[in-house]
């Protein structure tokens, strides 16, 4: 079960991921092609309802075209 901090920490993550992803003019499903994710998995990162992992974050700095570091400055 997720404290309400955690929930709130996936909720600012998917809100930054969903802006980094409009600001590159990126679909889900352009993303989810440029990492290899599933759309339906991108969708649950960014209404913060899915912790994504280590691999994961990667996977969509490398889509995003963006260092990781700059995926987690939210």
């Known amino acids: 079960m997720q404290s309400e901090s955690h929930k709130d920490i996936l909720i600012k993550f998917g ?3 969903q802006t980094l992803r409009k600001k ?3 679909s889900l499903r352009k993303l989810a092609l440029n990492c290899n994710l ?3 998995v991108i969708k649950k990162y960014e209404n913060g309802d899915h ?3 280590l691999i994961s974050l ?3 700095a490398l ?3 963006i260092p ?3 995926l ?3």
Request: charged fraction near 30%; glycine fraction near 4%.
């Open 68 to 70: 990781l570091k700059d």
């Open 58 to 60: 990667t996977e969509l």
């Open 38 to 40: 599933d759309h339906s």
């Open 24 to 26: 590159k003019n990126l």
């Open 15 to 17: 809100a930054h991921l």
């Open 63 to 65: 889509g995003l075209e």
């Open 51 to 53: 912790n994504p992992s």
């Open 72 to 74: 987690m400055d939210f």
